[in-house]
């Protein structure tokens, strides 16, 4: 009995190893013929734009206003819907005498992989129209169709599809409050959401990359490489670009404009390599064609955004993200 179990045990060992072998040899095999790639999926610009329809839909969301409130609880339940874990990082900011309740909303896929990107956009909208052509209209709230709601929807749709489509490297989504809400030429109170989150950076882990997405959405957009963005992150803009250049000829170009303060800036200066992508000439309106002269006007409508233009930023993104080796 005793030697009996001996024998047999001997005989399970043999066996055990002798798979054990076999296994390690077929790891070795499969690592050496090709690593495991994802299927790039297709974004869905369609989707995209209705995304924009249902945020506008919630009239002017800036801080403090009934739109910004319905509109951040419907953010909340649409991404609990697609994400691993969904949070608000709230603060609380006076600024022009007023205390402006601000929410960074979260969302974070694939929680367990440590290495990771984030992606952002701002989802407030401008209080004041103060580049309409009617001065009546200055006092007056944007809908912010392409100025928040393009970017967000960009964002959104992304994690409808990471869901669906588990992404190679992790991602977490920061949609950014207040970035909007400063006076003309008082940069200090631009982009509130982001310098907190900067500073206050909400995720276990840093990210490899930041992306920041803002006006994104108008017909005839078309992306440079902005200054700031070149600084810090040249070999994602090049990499990012050569995908958009490939695919959405159009809408990406290899030339450099001067510096954009945005959402990436403050992600910048505490250390991070970040850029963004932007229709620059909008800013300031710049644009040649006056359709596009819109930027903080009540003008910033849904009429001027095209899915194609959705379709560029968001399926370069995806290109990006699954088909990088990480
Ligand atoms: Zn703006």
């Avoid at 909340?76 to 819907?81: A, D, G, V």
């Avoid at 401008?126 to 052509?133: I, L, S, V």
């Avoid at 409808?160 to 977490?172: C, I």
Wanted: charged share 20%; net charge negative; aromatic share 12%.
């Amino acid at each position: 009995m005793w030697l009996f179990s001996i024998a047999l045990s001997i005989l399970a060992v043999a066996l055990l190893s002798s798979c054990h072998t076999q296994s390690y040899r077929a790891t070795i095999h499969e690592d050496t013929v090709a690593p495991p790639r994802s299927p790039i999926p297709s974004f869905n610009a369609a989707h995209a734009y209705g995304l924009i329809e249902r945020q506008v839909a919630f009239g002017p969301r800036f801080p403090n206003s009934p739109g910004h409130d319905s509109c951040r609880l419907f953010f909340l339940e649409y991404l609990q819907r697609y994400a691993d874990t969904v949070f608000e990082q709230s603060f609380v900011q006076e600024v022009y005498g007023k205390k402006l309740s601000l929410t960074n909303i979260a969302a974070v896929f694939r929680s367990d992989l440590s290495q990771r990107v984030l992606l952002c956009a701002h989802w407030d909208t401008r209080p004041y129209a103060d580049e309409d052509p009617d001065p009546a209209n200055h006092s007056k709230p944007i809908l912010g169709a392409n100025d928040g709601a393009s970017g967000v929807a960009i964002l959104l749709e992304l994690a409808r599809l990471f869901a669906q489509h588990p992404p190679p490297v992790g991602v977490d989504l920061l949609l950014l409050d207040g970035e909007d809400y400063g006076r003309a030429s008082d940069i200090e109170h631009f982009c509130l959401g982001s310098r907190y989150a900067a500073q206050h950076y909400p995720f276990p882990i840093r990210p490899l990359w930041v992306v920041v997405v803002d006006l994104v959405g108008d017909r005839d957009a078309w992306f440079p490489w902005e200054e700031y963005s070149w600084q810090s992150a040249r070999e994602l803009l090049k990499a990012l670009w050569n995908i958009g250049k490939r695919r959405f000829p159009s809408s990406f170009r290899e030339e450099l404009v001067p510096p954009i303060f945005d959402d990436h800036v403050p992600f910048i200066q505490a250390g991070m390599r970040a850029l963004v992508i932007i229709d620059a000439e909008l800013v300031g309106n710049r644009s040649p064609n006056p359709r596009r002269r819109y930027w903080h006007t009540l003008r910033d409508t849904p009429e001027n955004i095209s899915q194609e233009s959705l379709l560029a930023v968001g399926q370069t993104l995806v290109e990006w993200i699954y088909g990088t080796t990480w």
